[in-house]
């Protein structure tokens, strides 16, 4: 099996003064979302519009990686930046 990389995103404030416990969603990087710098603000548009406060967000595919890495490639479809 192999490993899956995974980041959380927390979003909100100190202020938010909804009920404890987490509103996420998972981010998997087999679709649109995280593949450029407009994708990953519409994907932190629509979370905040769902009023979500957190993303679990897989950062590495097929041995590829979606984020800045000095020991993976990147993955051939994101863009830089």
């Keep these: 099996m192999l490993p899956i990389a995974i980041m959380a995103l927390f979003l909100g404030s100190s202020t938010d003064i909804s009920p404890p416990g987490y509103r996420a969603m998972w981010v998997d990087a087999f679709h649109e979302g995280l593949r450029s710098p407009q994708e990953v603000a519409l994907l932190l548009?629509?979370?905040s519009t769902a009023n979500l406060n957190a993303l679990f967000v897989q950062v590495r595919a097929r041995a590829a990686s979606y984020h800045?890495?000095?020991?993976?490639?990147?993955a051939h479809e994101r863009e830089p930046g």
């Design 45 to 47: 548009q629509r979370a």
């Design 68 to 74: 800045q890495s000095e020991y993976d490639p990147p």
